[in-house]
């Protein structure tokens, strides 16, 4: 056997590869699609064994596939830009583009010598504007429905880099990641945010779709990230100073509030200075508060980390019991979570006994054990919380119940008597984008100064990085010192106005782009104009039977025409119905009562009109009226949009509906987050089918 020569043999077969174009996708409706998607990589330096283990495997399973009559879609970009890609080009002295561009020329030279199976004409860039303009739209999308906002914030903030750093990026106890001898600060600023807790119920409900086939401990760890906790919010009235308004708390158990040792406050809370303002301990406090709010406790440390506080001065009294406790700032009560403000029972909370044990405050047991010794609080050495072994003791009329009982009881008295209610709290946050550096995503706002902020128009997207800024890793935002970017005009007056100079956090490009990857090079929506893309399913392809043609047909009882209708438009009633609603059950059942009424009116429908938007307002009536029958909001619409704004948004929808065009596929990225799409090259590979691309048939639907 001839020596196997490995700079010949691979060289010759990756050259039939690409003349044969055998990686390159198209539409095949006679294969299964499959979607082999590996995570984009950063291209801030050069490639390590770590990114060939990644691709390597990602390659065996696109080829296996392929090899087993899949038509295999297996793309490639770069997740180009980012605050390592900027340090490191202020490192070497030059532009980031060029240290970018030139570093993805080595990874694309070194993956294709290993010759990965991509169809390289899906390639993607993220620092390039076909592609961040569409950050752009969508910002611009979410900031019309009240889903992105500016407000002020603490956030980490490292003094050399003046950036915002992302907990992450705070290392070896409260030091930048960068500048390891920088003390990391706790400032409050002007930050914009995208509102992902509107979709906080969708994320733990959808979660159930993957208990088959992830694994457990990741579903446990997207669930408690998500941190879906049902309790009771709660109110204390400030003992010492009845004009201020009450503290509430929020807390998953309202069982244990008669063994409430004190009320504790975040450091950040609102109505901290107020309680400080003449309490007899302000003079030692606000030392202590300036350190608390300068270093910042993570959520993952809040177990082990120390637990430091000062009392205010201040009482309040529980609402429960009448009794008078005070009021406490603590380190480890996070104003991101639920209030800002706890109730401390230590008895039945381990945080809580540490805390109170480290300051003297007093300890009483409300929960006794149902079986065992009675807990003393003397003897205590830590907090008894497996409430659901017990009875509650100390508590008033509640003596006797169970925790469970309690609670429901408890909850039920408060909302009577006007001092609480239950409600549903997430642990997961409305994610800040804004980063003070240059490589990055230009947020598309201006500030006028008789309008205020304004949206930067879609035909005047993307707005560009200008190319040559003052970089030096310090100092405030390079685009707040480059006049030409800055100085714009209000695209509502015409008079000058400043464009917004913080960009996107670099995880905005990289939420999407295996969504890109399907349509690299459309660009739909007006200048700057891209090639054309492929036309819309609705469009009437060479030798096509138009829509006119096909409802004529189906009035005729032509069940295979109707079919062909629905096939082409059911699409829209998913996104429609998704957009809506929250549930993916009603969406399912709404689409199955849609597409029957479609059929028995459908000899009414009159053919001067759009089938399309026919049909999307059967499908907003009926989400309409499931959301009359049961007493909800829209989903997308939970902002602070009225219900009647609220119609006016979902109406707009349907305006110009002669079919759906490309800009849907997009809108319905934005809008509907949690469905799957079935366009051009399908499903992310779920194993599973989803609903919206099985296309009914008159049989299954009657």
Same mark, same amino acid.
């Given at each position: 056997m001839a020596d196997y020569n490995p700079q010949e043999i691979e060289a010759k077969w990756q050259k039939r590869w690409e003349e044969a174009r055998?990686?390159?996708?198209?539409?095949?409706?006679?294969?299964?699609?499959?979607?082999?998607?590996?995570?984009?990589?950063?291209?801030?330096?050069?490639?390590?064994?770590? /990114?060939?283990?990644?691709?390597?495997?990602?390659?065996?399973?696109?080829?296996?596939?392929?090899?087993?009559?899949?038509?295999?879609? /297996?793309?490639?970009?770069?997740?180009?830009?980012?605050?390592?890609?900027?340090?490191?080009?202020?490192?070497?002295?030059? /532009?980031?583009?060029?240290?970018?561009?030139?570093?993805?020329?080595?990874?694309?030279?070194?993956?294709?010598?290993?010759?990965?199976?991509?169809?390289?004409?899906?390639?993607?860039?993220?620092?390039?504007?076909?592609?961040?303009?569409?950050?752009?739209?969508?910002?611009?999308?979410?900031?019309?429905?009240?889903?992105?906002?500016?407000?002020?914030?603490?956030?980490?903030?490292?003094?050399? #880099?003046?950036?915002?750093?992302?907990?992450?990026?705070?290392?070896?106890?409260?030091? #930048?990641?960068?500048?390891?001898?920088?003390?990391?600060?706790?400032?409050?600023?002007?930050?914009?945010?995208?509102?992902?807790?509107a979709y906080a119920d969708q994320l733990v409900d959808d979660l159930k779709?993957?208990?088959?086939?992830?694994?457990?401990?990741?579903?446990?760890?997207?669930?408690?990230?998500?941190?879906?906790?049902?309790?009771?919010?709660?109110?204390?009235e400030i003992a010492d100073l009845s004009s201020v308004k009450p503290i509430e708390i929020f807390t998953t158990r309202i069982d244990t509030i008669y063994g409430a040792s004190a009320i504790i406050l975040a450091p950040t809370h609102p109505l901290v200075p107020r309680l400080l303002q003449g309490s007899p301990v302000r003079e030692q406090a606000e030392p202590q508060l300036a350190r608390m709010r300068q270093t910042s406790v993570k959520t993952a440390d809040l177990a082990t980390a120390e637990k430091v506080g000062f009392f205010s001065g201040r009482h309040a009294t529980n609402p429960f019991s009448g009794e008078k406790i005070p009021i406490w700032v603590g380190n480890f009560v996070l104003m991101e979570y639920g209030t800002g403000a706890i109730m401390a029972v230590p008895a039945h909370d381990q945080r809580d006994f540490e805390f109170c044990r480290k300051y003297g405050l007093p300890i009483r047991v409300v929960i006794q054990p149902s079986s065992g010794e009675p807990l003393v609080e003397e003897r205590m050495t830590a907090a008894f919380d497996e409430h659901q072994n017990g009875w509650l003791v100390n508590s008033g009329s509640f003596n006797g119940l169970s925790p469970d009982e309690a609670i429901a009881k408890m909850t039920a008295f408060a909302e009577k008597k006007d001092f609480g209610h239950g409600e549903v709290v997430f642990r997961l946050r409305d994610w800040g984008i804004s980063r003070q550096r240059y490589w990055g995503t230009p947020i598309p706002v201006v500030y006028c100064a008789d309008h205020g902020l304004q949206a930067v128009p879609d035909k005047d997207l993307p707005v560009l990085l200008p190319p040559n800024p003052k970089l030096t890793g310090e100092g405030e935002s390079p685009l707040a010192s480059t006049p030409e970017f800055v100085n714009t005009i209000c695209p509502k007056c015409g008079g000058s106005a400043r464009r917004e100079t913080d960009t996107m956090d670099t995880f905005v490009d990289s939420s999407w782009y295996f969504y890109r990857y399907c349509v690299p090079k459309v660009e739909p929506l007006g200048p700057p104009a891209g090639p054309a893309g492929p036309k819309p399913p609705s469009a009437k392809a060479p030798g096509a039977v138009d829509d006119r043609e096909l409802v004529r047909r189906a009035q005729g009882e032509d069940q295979e025409a109707f079919e062909e209708l629905l096939r082409r438009h059911q699409h829209r009633v998913f996104a429609v119905a998704g957009g809506i609603l929250r549930r993916r059950e009603d969406v399912e059942d709404i689409a199955q009562q849609v597409f029957v009424k479609a059929y028995f009116s459908l000899k009414r429908f009159d053919q001067r009109a759009a089938f399309s938007t026919w049909l999307y307002k059967i499908t907003v009536n009926e989400c309409w009226d499931l959301l009359r029958k049961k007493k909800v909001r829209p989903?997308?619409?939970?902002?602070?949009?009225?219900?009647?704004?609220?119609?006016?948004?979902?109406?707009?929808?349907?305006?110009?509906?002669?079919?759906?065009?490309?800009?849907?596929?997009?809108?319905?990225?934005?809008?509907?987050?949690?469905?799957?799409?079935?366009?051009?090259?399908?499903?992310?590979?779920?194993?599973?089918? #989803?609903?919206?691309?099985?296309?009914?048939?008159?049989?299954?639907?009657?």
């Open positions: 055998v990686f390159e996708t198209e539409a095949d409706p006679s294969k299964p699609k499959y979607y082999t998607l590996e995570m984009l990589p950063y291209p801030s330096g050069t490639m390590h064994m770590g /990114h060939m283990r990644n691709y390597a495997i990602g390659d065996v399973v696109a080829r296996v596939k392929r090899m087993r009559g899949f038509n295999v879609l /297996h793309p490639m970009g770069w997740d180009a830009f980012g605050l390592p890609a900027e340090n490191a080009a202020i490192k070497n002295n030059t /532009h980031p583009r060029v240290w970018t561009n030139n570093n993805i020329g080595e990874f694309q030279r070194t993956l294709r010598r290993f010759g990965f199976s991509y169809d390289w004409r899906r390639e993607i860039s993220t620092c390039e504007p076909e592609y961040y303009r569409w950050n752009q739209w969508f910002f611009l999308r979410m900031l019309e429905r009240g889903l992105a906002y500016r407000k002020k914030s603490r956030v980490n903030w490292c003094p050399k #880099c003046c950036t915002v750093l992302a907990n992450e990026q705070v290392i070896n106890g409260g030091y #930048c990641w960068r500048h390891e001898d920088t003390l990391v600060e706790s400032r409050e600023l002007e930050q914009w945010f995208l509102k992902i807790t779709q993957l208990e088959s086939t992830w694994p457990e401990r990741v579903i446990t760890m997207q669930r408690n990230w998500i941190g879906r906790s049902q309790g009771a919010r709660v109110k204390f989903l997308v619409y939970e902002s602070d949009l009225s219900e009647e704004q609220a119609k006016q948004v979902i109406a707009a929808e349907g305006k110009n509906s002669s079919g759906p065009d490309i800009s849907d596929r997009f809108a319905s990225l934005l809008h509907f987050p949690r469905r799957e799409w079935p366009y051009s090259t399908g499903h992310r590979n779920t194993g599973k089918t #989803c609903a919206c691309s099985r296309v009914p048939t008159l049989s299954t639907l009657l």
